[in-house]
């Protein structure tokens, strides 16, 4: 992300992960950690929605950590639907916030993963901030968000998704009253609209 971007390594159950810190200046509020798009359709911990929140969490004073899941870049084994990549998260975590404020965001793939990884860390942990862009609620199963963090949690979702329909985060999100912040016109990859996406997330942690 830029020049004092460390990069580092982790040990997961299918082995080497490799993995991006960025710190705040003065002292961190806490560690956030990113989770990057679908690994079979070139999603990295690059992507550039995944560096917009990392931007937007390093403003307002958080340390942030992505990684690439298993079978993506350097880091080692083999995709596996979700489920193995929700134990890296959770094994991230484990090693880099195993105490203190913690928060988790992800975009597209990565909020099917992180939402997996947040039920198995609620409540045994507090999480003061979440995340969600690009929620692939269309073709996976995305945990909810329990009621005790919806105040503390921001979905975005651009109008015109082609990849993740609306009306699909719509269905995952009605039952569960969450509230769905929409970008009109916005496609998946928000393409002329970072800024704008980053300026709600930050609005949304500074709140």
Same mark, same amino acid.
């Given at each position: 992300?830029?020049?004092?971007?460390?990069?580092?390594?982790?040990?997961?159950?299918?082995?080497?992960?490799?993995?991006?810190?960025?710190?705040?200046?003065?002292?961190?509020?806490?560690?956030?950690?990113?989770?990057?798009?679908?690994?079979?359709?070139?999603?990295?911990?690059?992507?550039?929605?995944?560096?917009?929140?990392?931007?937007?969490?390093?403003?307002?004073?958080?340390?942030?950590?992505?990684?690439?899941?298993?079978?993506?870049?350097?880091?080692?084994?083999?995709?596996?639907? @979700?489920?193995?990549?929700?134990?890296?998260? #959770? /094994?991230? +975590?484990?090693?880099? %916030?195993?105490?203190?404020? &913690?928060?988790?965001?992800?975009?597209?793939?990565?909020?099917?993963?992180?939402?997996?990884?947040?039920?198995?860390?609620?409540?045994?942990?507090?999480?003061?901030?979440?995340?969600?862009?690009?929620?692939?609620?269309?073709?996976?199963?995305?945990?909810?968000?329990?009621?005790?963090?919806?105040?503390?949690?921001?979905?975005?979702? @651009?109008?015109?998704?082609?990849?993740?329909? #609306? /009306?699909? +985060?719509?269905?995952? %999100?009605?039952?569960?009253? &969450?509230?769905?912040?929409?970008?009109?016109?916005?496609?998946?990859?928000?393409?002329?609209?970072?800024?704008?996406?980053?300026?709600?997330?930050?609005?949304?942690?500074?709140?």
């Amino acid at each position: 992300m830029n020049a004092l971007t460390e990069k580092f390594t982790l040990q997961c159950e299918a082995g080497v992960i490799e993995a991006l810190r960025d710190v705040p200046e003065g002292v961190s509020k806490g560690v956030a950690i990113v989770a990057h798009p679908h690994p079979l359709f070139g999603g990295t911990m690059d992507n550039k929605v995944v560096q917009t929140l990392a931007r937007a969490f390093v403003q307002c004073g958080w340390t942030v950590v992505r990684f690439n899941f298993r079978g993506v870049g350097g880091s080692a084994g083999e995709h596996d639907a @979700g489920v193995g990549e929700a134990r890296d998260l #959770l /094994a991230v +975590v484990a090693q880099v %916030a195993p105490t203190g404020a &913690l928060a988790i965001a992800g975009f597209s793939f990565g909020s099917f993963v992180a939402s997996h990884a947040l039920a198995a860390l609620w409540p045994q942990r507090t999480i003061e901030k979440v995340v969600f862009v690009g929620t692939a609620a269309e073709r996976f199963t995305v945990a909810p968000v329990s009621p005790d963090l919806h105040d503390k949690t921001l979905v975005i979702h @651009g109008e015109q998704d082609d990849t993740v329909s #609306l /009306a699909s +985060v719509m269905d995952w %999100a009605r039952p569960q009253s &969450l509230p769905v912040t929409v970008i009109p016109g916005g496609g998946h990859f928000f393409h002329g609209q970072l800024p704008l996406l980053k300026s709600l997330v930050v609005r949304h942690l500074q709140a």
